[in-house]
T-cell receptor, first 112, second 115 residues
Framework: DAKTTQPNSMESNEEEPVHLPCNHSTISGTDYIHWYRQLPSQGPEYVIHGLTSNVNNRMASLAIAEDRKSSTLILHRATLRDAAVYYCILRGEPNTGNQFYFGTGTSLTVIP | KAGVTQTPRYLIKTRGQQVTLSCSPISGHRSVSWYQQTPGQGLQFLFEYFSETQRNKGNFPGRFSGRQFSNSRSEMNVSTLELGDSALYLC??????????????FGSGTRLTVV
């Protein structure tokens, strides 16, 4: 199974950018990189996903390394509402074993 | 538009019983996947269905099963419940298809407690 490695926790000051790293050294050529976040007592929420090129949306940016073995989720200005557990996940072809593996994620604390 | 709906929200069952959980995906979404979340093991993938066919399965015993109906609604069943099955069960839906470039929308989950 393709898996990901993330730091257990990170802190950021409010209104500052946050860079959340993720290593996925066993990624295959067809695996998409997904990011989700989960607030307490809620289901995970989709943040962003990409394959090879960097991606931007209203929530965040995703920077993917050229060799695709790592990626970084960028929150441009952290707010208190961004405090959550962030999961980096690989999504692969069906029946390859590369289903969603959430890992432990990174718990982000935003300091006012 | 309506999100992913899971019913019931809370459930208490006795060890040895069986349970069925329901998930209604977002309209138009054809892929439904299920996850178990516990404090000790985190989020673990159970299975994924697309167009009524299971196309991915996690490492759970055969007591855990699921199905998907023609309207894309899905159910998961756990037979012979064990105390360790107490968890939050999450369902997620996606447009699906052969491409993988779709994000998933999660429901709020069903909190199952086995006593």
């Amino acid at each position: 199974d393709a898996k990901t490695t993330q730091p257990n926790s990170m802190e950021s000051n409010e209104e500052e950018p946050v860079h959340l790293p993720c290593n996925h050294s066993t990624i295959s050529g067809t695996d998409y990189i997904h990011w989700y976040r989960q607030l307490p007592s809620q289901g995970p929420e989709y943040v962003i996903h990409g394959l090879t090129s960097n991606v931007n949306n209203r929530m965040a940016s995703l920077a993917i390394a050229e060799d695709r073995k790592s990626s970084t989720l960028i929150l441009h200005r952290a707010t208190l509402r961004d405090a959550a557990v962030y999961y980096c996940i690989l999504r692969g072809e069906p029946n390859t074993g590369n289903q969603f593996y959430f890992g432990t994620g990174t718990s982000l604390t935003v300091i006012p | 538009k309506a999100g992913v709906t899971q019913t019931p929200r809370y459930l208490i069952k006795t060890r040895g019983q069986q349970v069925t959980l329901s998930c209604s995906p977002i309209s138009g979404h054809r892929s439904v996947s299920w996850y178990q979340q516990t404090p000790g093991q985190g989020l673990q993938f159970l299975f994924e269905y697309f167009s009524e066919t299971q196309r991915n399965k996690g490492n759970f015993p055969g007591r855990f099963s699921g199905r998907q109906f023609s309207n894309s609604r899905s159910e998961m069943n756990v037979s012979t419940l064990e105390l360790g099955d107490s968890a939050l069960y999450l369902c997620a839906s996606s447009l699906g298809g052969q491409g993988l470039g779709y994000g998933y929308t999660f429901g709020s989950g069903t909190r199952l407690t086995v006593v």
